[in-house]
């Protein structure tokens, strides 16, 4: 079964930095281009980053560029996501999600963490 | 930025009869190249992730029910169901994947 479980979310204070973790089982990680998504409370989700298979693509949403950065361990089916300068319009669920092969939709999505931006 | 609109933002049906959701994106999502529409459709209960519905605009995903249906092209497309069956109360977004990745606000889906 294909399973996706993130880690690491929690209360951060505005300008502080937060490291999401995600494991992956069930599958071939190594094969799949990976993403983040994200949903603010109420709101619709929107998609933060995704990598490529080896890790040498990576793209990012405007509004985290030069904040965040995505990477992987093919070696460790994990996925990550490094966040700084956190805002508090950063507060979401962050889902992990495996990218369609050679699409760009979402299946599946982890159960997501909770990152609460506030002082 | 491709913009993805949902409509309407709530929707209430009875037990066994249609629903229909509308999304509408700010310009085609068509490819000629592979004829193909970059849209996908999600559904959401509460506490849980989304869930992938429809991909390419009408392949629905594995083991979803066949009542789901997804029809349109270019910028309109539809996501029917066919007999609203009680589990079928729930969040439904689109989504389009042809110019990075952007979702609609989202319909919510309550029982008559």
């Known amino acids: 079964e294909v399973e996706l479980v993130e880690s690491g979310g929690g209360l951060v204070q505005p300008g502080g930095s937060q490291r999401l973790s995600c494991a992956a089982s069930?599958?071939?990680?190594?094969?799949?281009?990976m993403s983040w998504v994200r949903q603010a409370p109420g709101k619709g989700p929107e998609w933060v980053a995704n990598?490529?298979?080896?890790?040498?693509?990576?793209y990012y949403v405007d509004s985290v560029k030069g904040r965040f950065t995505i990477s992987r361990d093919n070696a460790k089916n994990s996925l990550f996501l490094q966040m700084n300068s956190l805002r508090a319009e950063d507060t979401a669920v962050y889902f992990c999600?495996?990218?369609?092969?050679?699409?760009?939709?979402?299946?599946?999505w982890g159960q997501g963490t909770l990152v609460t931006v506030s002082s | 930025d491709i913009v993805m609109t949902q409509s309407p933002d709530s929707l209430a049906v009875s037990l066994g009869e249609r629903a229909t959701i509308n999304c509408k994106s700010s310009?085609?999502?068509?490819?000629?190249?592979?004829?193909?529409?970059?849209l996908a459709w999600y559904q959401q209960k509460p506490g849980q992730p989304p869930k992938l519905l429809i991909y390419?605009?009408?392949t629905r995903e594995s083991g979803v029910p066949d009542r789901f249906s997804g029809s349109g092209s270019g910028t309109d497309f539809t996501l029917t169901i066919s007999s609203l069956q009680a589990e079928d109360v729930a969040v439904y977004y689109c989504?389009?994947?042809?110019?990075?990745?952007?979702f609609g606000q989202g319909t919510r889906l309550e029982i008559k």
């Open positions: 990598i490529k298979e080896d890790g040498n693509e990576r």
């Open positions: 390419w605009a009408s």
């Open positions: 310009q085609s999502i068509f490819s000629s190249s592979n004829n193909k529409d970059y």
């Open positions: 999600a495996r990218d369609g092969l050679q699409a760009g939709w979402f299946d599946p």
């Open positions: 069930g599958f071939t990680f190594s094969n799949y281009w």
């Open positions: 989504q389009q994947y042809y110019s990075s990745k952007t």
